[in-house]
Nanobody, 120 residues
């Protein structure tokens, strides 16, 4: 099991940037695939990006604008978000899975979320 804590959310204008961070506990952090998801009001939680040693995955809606990365030495995963749009407004969640996947149900451990608001 992994404990996850997100940070870095906030209010930003359209076209701006934010970097989200996720701090993970546990000695075997490097074994996990780490993902970012988001949930907007009234909508289902959706996959954004994931990373493991084997590669990365991105949702089409953020490809080219968002970059996921991790620092296994620090037990951290990041989401760099550029060219933000109002439709990116959501609560963003960090999650851990055993394999690199875009499937929400495969992620067993979740953080509490951090709010990102993009103003027009």
């Amino acid at each position: 099991q992994v404990q996850l804590v997100e940070s870095g959310g906030g209010l930003v204008q359209t076209g701006g940037s934010l970097r989200l961070s996720c701090a993970a506990s546990g000695r075997t952090f490097s074994n996990y695939a780490m993902g970012w998801f988001r949930q907007a009001p009234g909508k289902e939680r959706e996959f954004i990006a994931a990373v493991k040693w084997s590669g990365t995955r991105y949702a089409d809606s953020v490809k080219g604008r968002f970059t996921i990365s991790r620092d296994n030495a620090k037990n951290m995963v990041y989401l760099q978000m550029n060219s933000l749009k109002p439709e990116d407004t959501a609560v963003y969640y960090c999650a851990a899975a055993g394999i690199l996947t875009t499937t929400l149900a495969m992620y067993n451990d979740w953080g509490q979320g951090t709010q990102v608001t993009v103003s027009s």
